[in-house]
């Protein structure tokens, strides 16, 4: 039975442990290999972010279940510069491939919810779901 | 300078496998390593084997995008090969398509391509 | 996120005045309420199947942990290991394939023969007290299902879901044509779930067979749509990373027209009108001449 995990965030070898924590939380919702690199994936998106920009952070995972169908659960924390603005961040997915902007809109295009709250100076908080079968 | 990929030399056709958690500096001594070795060699292809990576995000897309970029600069055609089924699959659900940068199923067909194209002006 | 501890009876189970009474009754009388239920479970076939495989031991150690987890609960008032426990069975019960009828049916036998036990305890002496008693069974096995039910049908949703999958794996298949060509003959409406199934597969196959060409055929595809069209999009994009070359047939001219009225690029996809003309084309595109043999 996968345990919730929590993986602090500082060092970009901590981009590889939260996705390979993910791979182990997830493991037991019946995803797919492709959905599980898809988790892993919108995982990377977001530990790089805190690495590049708050330095360090927190990922936490947890197994959450909600009609009847259960999901796993991805807290991304982090007590960086913040986003000034959010919705401009979260604006255009095609700007990752560029190496603009935050790669939040792949992210949230990975997921099934995506929800985020920041604050300039006080840093940012992602937390997303993926619903399993 | 010390790089932990090790890089190929088979012919006219460098040959890159990259490990899985390959740091950035990593990653900026090969691009770099590889245009130097490119040059030296006047090498026609490189091939970019990634088959042992689960994962490619943004970060890994955009430098690899870089390295087959500066290989071209450099004469050489460069092709990305060994993309895992996962991986290609979540790639594309992120809007990554490594636009304009060949691709290839394994290392075979890379060099099979390589071995019939005519290098001078293609990419 | 459920509200409810799992691992917490609710309240009205817990100070039930009537509890203790009930379950001192059950205890004193175990033995001849489990000889008259073995009874019943003989003409339950599934449960029956169940209990036969079961060694004597290992049928007297179940029944000992189950009266363990109910003492634990109603004297002690933990009552975590036998929600736990209760939640475990139903999950296997629903693996098992055990008609959930055969379970209710069992304990109704259960609330049936305890009855006469507790009017036999409390009957005489008071009245209020005998209610109790009989109200606690009531809800104690009402609790019981629902717990168990839930867990039931949880674990059967899974396992459909699961089927499910497999038939849709069934129903897109993909197909080797010929050295280093697939083809996925698309029949059925392509929803999100369908679309992602197909493309994993197709991507699988692709580094299996180290196809060059796959041919995707959306001929029986009914209702080609803009999200339809985005799914092809991305499994084309997928099969190129890979280094596959996607090739779709059976879009008809109509629909091509419909769809770039919606502002579709219809342009980015490499299509071919029919399926005939796109494997003939695929095969060209693999270094194939096809020639017509005289007949």
Known sequence: MAEDQRIHISHESDIVAARRASREVAASLGFSSGELAVIATAISEIARNIVVYAKRGEISLELVEKNGRRGIRVIAMDNGPGIRDVQLAMRDGYSTSRGLGLGLPGAQRLMDEFEISSQVERGTTITMIKWGR | ?123 | MSVTDPNTAPQTLRDHPGMKDFFSTYEQRVETLNAGLMVTVGRLPSLDALVRRMTPEALAENNRLSMDNMRKAIVHGDWAPLLERQRSDGATYAAMGIPFREWFDLVAAFQSSLIPFLVADYGGKDAVRLGHALTAMNAYVNAAMNNIAEEYLKTKERIIAQQQHAIHELSTPVLKLRDRLLLVPLVGILDTQRARQMTEQLLSAIRDNRAKVVVIDITGVPAVDSKVANHLFQTAAAARLMGAQAVITGLSADVAQALVALGIDVGRLTTIGDLQGGLEEAQRMLGYRVVAVEA
């Not at chain 2, 088959?51 to 430098?63: E, H, I, K």
């Open chain 2, 1 to 123: 300078m010390n790089v932990h990929v090790p890089i190929l030399k088979l012919g006219e056709v460098l040959i890159v496998t990259v490990q899985a958690a390959l740091t950035d500096a990593q990653l900026i001594d090969l691009r770099t390593e590889l245009a130097d070795r490119v040059g030296r060699f006047r090498s026609k292809g490189v091939v970019l084997d990634v088959s042992l990576l689960d994962v490619l995000d943004s970060f890994a897309s955009r430098t690899l995008s870089d390295i087959a970029k500066v290989a071209r600069l450099r004469g050489a055609r460069a092709i990305i090969v060994g993309i895992q089924p996962e991986a290609a699959f979540a790639m594309v659900q992120l809007g990554l398509t490594l636009e304009g940068i060949d691709t290839a199923v394994d290392l075979d067909e890379a060099m099979e391509i390589l071995g019939s194209s005519q290098v001078r002006g293609r990419g």
